[in-house]
């Protein structure tokens, strides 16, 4: 089924399909400027025409929209995992989950706390949830810094490896869309001047 979602995507101009994405179908358009977006309602029918519509979960996310089988969740995988683990049958076997869309709110359900970056607009209204000051990326250290006692990475048990030149560029490269769209022009040109 997931097969003939992608070939029927794959069909329809201006769709790009993930082609990393194997259990699952990752689907997104692109604007004139290049960023991805997430396809549009008329568009995901279209290639739902012919699918077994109760079998497919669509996913919206903010640059790309998901379609998995219905039978699997984030839930459903995470206790696999932690059975697999040898952490039981609890029934929150985890210590705590973040998430920002729809799709995470049965990691949530099997969660001892629950927590969300400050975009989440979609889960941030949920009971039990704990929406952070902060968004994506940084929004998800505030979650872990609750949950430790301290900012991660600040004491010797979760302290990371010594930091290389090499590191830091990589963390600042990947760190830049923290910062909205000024910070990440800014962080390009102070990349840049770094480089030349």
Aim: glycine share 10%; net charge positive.
């Amino acid at each position: 089924m997931l097969d003939r979602l992608r070939g029927a995507l794959a069909q329809i101009e201006g769709v790009d399909v993930d082609p990393d994405y194997r259990h699952s179908v990752r689907a997104f358009r692109r604007t004139p400027d290049g960023r991805r977006v997430r396809l549009d309602a008329p568009t995901t029918a279209a290639a739902l025409t012919g699918v077994a519509r109760s079998e497919i979960a669509v996913i919206e996310g903010e640059c790309q929209t998901d379609f998995v089988a219905r039978s699997v969740d984030k839930g459903v995988g995470l206790r696999a995992l932690s059975s697999a683990l040898g952490a039981g049958h609890h029934e929150r076997p985890l210590a705590f989950a973040v998430g920002d869309t729809a799709a995470d709110l049965p990691a949530f359900d099997i969660a001892g706390a629950a927590y969300a970056p400050a975009h989440a607009a979609t889960v941030r209204e949920v009971a039990g949830v704990n929406v952070m000051r902060r968004p994506y990326q940084a929004g998800l250290e505030e979650a872990v810094a609750r949950v430790l006692g301290h900012r991660p990475g600040s004491c010797g048990q979760c302290r990371g490896p010594a930091s290389t030149g090499e590191r830091e560029l990589l963390l600042r490269v990947l760190g830049a869309q923290e910062r909205g769209r000024l910070g990440m022009a800014i962080e390009a040109m102070r990349l840049a001047a770094r480089v030349w």
